[in-house]
């Protein structure tokens, strides 16, 4: 195909460009194409989308953020160098957790399900659009099949994402009643970790890309990577905004949510656990040996609560940073028994001490 069709910019550039120079060059692509110019990111952020635009945009976004360490994978699997792979198998576990219940795809699905999404709904991957699929897919193909340099220069759209998250974060906060600092919480992350992954990958690509025809190609790879982005925009904006035309089998607002409560039922703060929560003790309260009775307590303020034995092995994990399926997992494996039981029983007990107020997630 490329010999049919040559790039258009294929005789630019026959001068080997300095590091910063082909550096200097990479950010432009992103200054000019990347996706925080899209007309649908600018809604968006500026609050002007409704609320099922948003859902829109979550349900679709969840094939790129499950996908993303598929095409990891596809570019571990062309590194033959194990200090390289080291580095860069991070990223999967960046969106898959160690743990069921951690990791950014799960992060993503509290972004979905907080803008009212059934779990198992976003999980089909039913309403996604065939052009949000074939976009992300593409850019699984390309890092299969291109160069390892083309695969790692395609991921330097990560460069730019800091700034966009940050704008992304702050609009929606400020323009959204329906959006909480929770339901964004995927993002928290990523402004540490996209960093990291970008100025490994800016490094790699200015010291491998050595000649011109490297370097070009290392450009081409960023601008298809935009593409990818800016493709997968089009296609929510045509169906969503406007023309608004629905593809035949994509979602359709109302389709896979979780029923609303009446105003009268609902009842914030209170909702039950979930396996991805990270269980903690509130302020002022505490897991005590209380000596003389020789059992261990709960001690809030001017309450005590007495704990049997299956309580006290889960309150000494609840640390804040374990996730219910996390300290299942470890009871598992120090009771040699099935953590997904373990899970649901922990579930019940979490919520029983969440309704008394002695536990927070
Ligand atoms: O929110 C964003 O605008 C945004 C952009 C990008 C990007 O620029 O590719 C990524 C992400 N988020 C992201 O969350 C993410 O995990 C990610 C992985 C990659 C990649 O190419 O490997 N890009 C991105």
Known sequence: MNAVFPTPDAADSQRLLSPDELEAA????????????????R????????????????????????????????????????????????????HDGDHPGDGGIERWLKLAEGVGFERDYVLSTRGILSA???????????????SLLEAIASSLTEMFSP???????????????????????????????????ADFALDYVKTHATTPELQRQA???????????????????????????IPPDAWTP??????????????????????GD????????????????????????????DLDDNAVAVLKLVDGNRTVAAIADELGRTYAADPRAIEAD????????????????
């Open 26 to 41: 990479l950010r432009d692509i992103g200054a000019r194409r990347y996706h925080n110019l899209h007309p649908f990111h």
């Open 43 to 94: 809604l968006l952020h500026d609050g002007k989308l409704s609320k099922d635009q948003v859902r829109a945009w979550a349900l679709n976004r969840y094939y790129y953020q499950a996908m993303i360490p598929v095409k990891d994978a596809a570019v571990l699997a062309r590194m033959t160098d194990a200090s390289l792979r080291r580095i860069w198998r991070q990223r999967i576990v960046d």
């Open 132 to 146: 949000t699929k074939f976009s992300v897919e593409a850019y699984v193909h390309f890092v299969a099949e291109k």
């Open 163 to 197: 700034t966009i998250i940050s704008e992304r974060v702050a609009g929606m906060l400020k323009n959204y009643d329906f959006i909480t600092k929770d339901t964004l919480a995927y993002f928290d992350k990523r402004l540490t970790q996209a960093p990291r992954d």
């Open 219 to 245: 450009m081409a790879a960023l601008t298809f990577k935009c593409n990818v982005l800016w493709t997968q925009l089009d296609a929510l904006y045509f169906a969503y905004v406007a023309p608004g035309m």
């Open 254 to 275: 109302g389709t896979g949510l979780v029923p609303e409560a009446p105003a009268s039922q609902a009842a914030p703060g209170v909702r039950k656990m979930v396996a």
């Open 278 to 305: 990270r269980p903690r003790l509130p302020r002022g309260v505490r897991l005590r040996h209380d000596e003389t009775r020789g059992k261990h307590v709960l001690l809030a303020p001017e309450r005590t609560f």
């Open 346 to 361: 922990i579930l019940v007990m979490l919520d029983g001490l969440a309704e008394k107020r002695v536990l927070e997630r």
